[in-house]
């Protein structure tokens, strides 16, 4: 999933989910979807139909204003205990040819705290090859690091019997 830069970026994920249940030769069992990001959370919540001019569920908008009470956006070193000097110089040696590493771009604790708050996974039951999550579920992933676009992906593993 591409990610922006600026704000928290939603990602819809139900019906990818729902097709690689439907293609697995699982027919009752459990699903679990996890983050492989630190800055990430998946989590269930009902869709909305509204959205802002970005795109934005409200819901989601509602749910970032809240957020932003909690853990606000960080601007600026030093706004929080995390990063440290030890962590930053940690950072800057990590090579990633998509994301070279410059130090305000550690400047995310704010992401990371909330997604601590979201937690990396969910585990929904599969009954008779059915994704158990209601009729309004839905399944979203969300990057709630702010500082700049990104590529991200999360794990699906389906566990179960075939009969």
């Known amino acids: ?12 994920i139900t019906e990818n989910v ?5 293609e ?3 027919r009752n069992g459990i699903c679990t ?3 492989a990001h630190t800055t990430c959370s998946v989590y269930f919540d ?35 205990h995390s990063p440290g000097p030890k962590h930053i110089a940690y950072g800057m040696t990590k090579k990633d040819p998509d994301y070279p590493a410059q130090a305000w771009t550690m400047l995310n604790t704010d992401g990371h705290l909330r997604s601590d708050l979201f937690g990396a996974s969910e585990t929904f039951p599969i009954k008779d090859k059915e994704l158990l999550i209601g009729a309004v579920g839905s399944i979203y992933f969300v990057d709630f690091d702010q500082t700049r676009e990104r590529n991200r992906h999360c794990n699906i593993v389906i566990i179960g019997t075939e009969d």
Request: proline letters at 3%; aromatic letters at 10%; zero cysteines.
């Open 18 to 22: 729902r097709g690689i249940v439907a």
């Open 33 to 35: 979807i996890a983050s």
């Open 1 to 12: 999933m591409h990610t922006v830069s600026g704000r928290p970026s939603y990602h819809n």
């Open 46 to 80: 009902e869709f909305m139909h509204d959205r802002n001019y970005y795109g934005d569920e409200y819901l989601h908008v509602d749910l970032d204003q809240m957020l932003d009470r909690i853990a606000p956006r960080q601007t600026t070193e030093n706004q929080y």
């Open 24 to 26: 697995s030769a699982v």
